[in-house]
């Protein structure tokens, strides 16, 4: 990730006095450098081996190798030469499907169930199938996706034998052509919903196509044949690359499917192997930082791989290659109940719905613990994970719900969420307001500092992000007592606050090995020229996850959390007492869940200053 630097600890202000809570785990010597939580565990850093990356080759991206006669076929396709040109002589095909898929990920049987009964199900909200404006830019961006790119397909094949879905399906296609006759500049036409509903067409066409009128099953033909030619001639379009990547993917699989598709095919693979290689990191990460957007990628190569079973091809090599690039990272924002942590706009997708998408993948794999391309760390201890971001937000050709998140981090032990993030301003337009998905991507949704309630990043309209963090420095280190045990300890700081305030913020966050306490200090640091007089506001928030009991302490500095598995854990604050607010996590469904946060406020003087506080497991 550009802007990512690894780096040695920077000098920090004055520790103030910390949390009495925890006992040293050995007597050791100190480090050079001690911050407060290393001298009260009393533990030497030593540098961590990181894992190391696996170096991309040219090849992984490069079109699959062909013979000089299909690259003269491929760029004469590329050139606009319509297949029937490439071979005169051969009677042309009238449109028709090859083969039939076999759906490799399985829809959501409740949603399918909903469409069944006359209603449209996301994220928590039923539309009425006859309230749904099918055109124009009516729709929030979940239900833009939903419909444009038909994925209710997958759910209503899910729900019931398929002779049972297919007047739905089939009434539902005729409203949305109706509704659509031409490509226009409405979000139907947008590459990305293209791509999406092209595949969809393909891989569900026995839902499309059995019915018992020709004329309907040909003119249905007709229809995914032009979507296909529209996509070769404005794949290059896409609002982004995650959406020439379905764009090209849809192309690929229309080659692989449709009669005297052999051009396409060729002229499909060498575009998706380039866009893959814009879209994703050196260690396997996509640009945009999303998970929502790691999970879409590993769908699409998924569901491409179930088209080339279908002909009995074999799919490129390359294209095993980048799955097996793209499933660790996302395999390092799981949590210990298997699902998804709440970066970038996610909510907590489902461990069953990871589950699903990963065997079919083929990939099998660890989660890659320190993604430091793709801007996340994570830390197994015992049953403690700890997820923390600690790198730019991503650059703006590249964001869809982009989040001011820096420095933030979530914590589970067990099946249980601890500390979270917000989330779910991706699923806004459900049950969550749209009003709600600014917030949502504020830097206070998430567990980090901020400075007078100002985002570290800038949140802008529409998922884009503007000015504000664009280098984060960050060293990994293990420490060990002499006498066993230890901790992992994760120091990183960002500039997002250097121009505003002339302070840069530094985390640091110490896990013990057996997964029972963690310790934190929040610095800031004087940096840039800013002047020096005044006093700012400072608010550190730890957003809880759901159905967390409370109790606060005597002296204001503690509470006390009881979990939903009878464990009982400790928040301690340095020195500013701990208050109890009101807070939102969104679910695996899209659902908005009230939850309360811990908050440390104190107003301090522009010269920086450090917090330190302590989570610890007590029983």
């Not at 006992?23 to 001298?39: I, M, Y």
């Not at 595949?199 to 995914?224: E, F, Q």
């Not at 990939?363 to 801007?375: I, N, S």
């Not at 990043?457 to 000015?467: E, F, H, P």
Request: hydrophobic content about 40%.
């Amino acid at each position: 990730m550009p802007g990512t630097t690894p780096a040695e600890p920077t000098p920090a202000a004055t520790p103030s006095p910390g949390p009495s809570i925890g006992t040293p785990l050995t007597e050791a010597p100190g480090p050079e450098r001690a911050t407060l939580a290393e001298a009260e565990l009393e533990l030497t850093p030593t540098p961590e081996t990181i894992e190391p990356g696996r170096a991309l080759a040219l090849a992984d991206f490069s079109p699959p190798a062909v013979g000089a006669g299909d690259r003269f076929v491929r760029f004469a396709y590329r050139m606009g030469l319509p297949a029937g040109a490439l071979n005169p002589f051969r009677k042309r095909a009238r449109p028709r499907l090859t083969a039939t898929v076999a759906n490799p990920l399985p829809g959501d049987t409740a949603a399918g169930t909903a469409l069944r009964a006359g209603h449209f199900l996301l994220h928590g909200m039923k539309a009425p199938i006859a309230d749904v404006e099918f055109s124009g830019p009516r729709l929030s961006p979940p239900f833009e996706r939903l419909i444009h790119g038909f994925g209710w397909l997958a759910d209503l094949e899910a729900c019931a034998p398929r002779q049972q879905c297919t007047q739905v399906a089939e009434r539902v296609l005729q409203i949305w052509m109706a509704a659509n006759p031409k490509p226009n500049a409405t979000p139907a036409w947008d590459v990305g919903n293209v791509g999406h509903r092209l595949l969809s067409w393909l891989i569900h066409a026995p839902l499309l196509l059995s019915g018992p009128d020709k004329k309907a099953r040909g003119r249905m033909l007709l229809v995914i044949e032009e979507t296909a030619r529209w996509l070769d001639r404005n794949v290059g379009k896409a609002g982004d690359k995650l959406a020439e990547t379905a764009g090209w993917t849809a192309i690929t699989a229309a080659g692989l499917l449709l009669a005297d598709g052999h051009p396409r095919r060729l002229f499909g693979e060498a575009g998706l192997m380039r866009a893959v290689g814009d879209l994703i990191g050196d260690d396997g990460g996509v640009l945009s930082r999303s998970p929502l957007g790691q999970i879409e990628v590993i769908e699409l190569l998924v569901r491409l791989k179930a088209c080339y079973a279908a002909v009995r091809s074999d799919a490129p090599p390359q294209i095993d290659t980048i799955l097996n690039l793209l499933v660790p990272p996302l395999l390092s924002l799981l949590h210990g109940d298997g699902g998804l942590g709440s970066w970038q706009g996610a909510g907590a997708v489902p461990a069953a719905r990871i589950e699903v998408l990963v065997k079919a993948s083929g990939v099998r794999t660890r989660p890659l613990r320190d993604a430091r391309q793709w801007g996340y760390q994570r830390v197994n201890a015992g049953k403690t994970v700890l997820q923390v971001d600690a790198a730019p937000p991503p650059v703006a050709r590249h964001t869809r719900d982009g989040c001011a998140s820096t420095l933030a981090f979530e914590l589970s032990h067990g099946a249980e969420r601890i500390i979270v993030n917000c989330g779910g301003a991706a699923f806004a337009g459900g049950l969550i307001p749209l009003r709600l998905a600014q917030g949502l991507r504020a830097t206070a949704a998430h567990s980090t500092l901020t400075i007078d309630d100002f985002n570290s990043t800038a949140v802008l309209i529409n998922g884009k992000l503007g000015s504000g963090v664009s280098e984060v420095e960050i060293d990994r280190r293990t420490l060990r007592g002499d006498k066993g045990g230890g901790a992992t300890r994760i120091e990183a700081s960002h500039n997002g606050y250097v121009t505003r305030y002339g302070l840069s913020h530094q985390r640091i966050l110490i896990l013990r090995d057996d997964g029972t306490e963690l310790r934190g200090e929040d610095l800031l640091v004087p940096a840039g020229r800013k002047g020096k007089r005044g006093t700012i506001g400072v608010a550190l928030r730890f957003h809880l996850g759901p159905n967390i009991e409370l109790a606060a302490g005597e002296d204001g500095l503690g509470v006390t959390l009881a979990l939903p598995d009878g464990s009982l854990w400790q928040f301690r604050s340095g020195r500013d007492p701990v208050s109890v607010e009101e807070s939102l996590w969104a679910d695996g469904q899209g659902r908005p869940i009230g939850t309360r946060q811990l908050v440390i406020q104190a107003k301090i003087p522009r010269s920086g200053e450090t917090f330190s506080w302590l989570l610890k497991k007590m029983r």
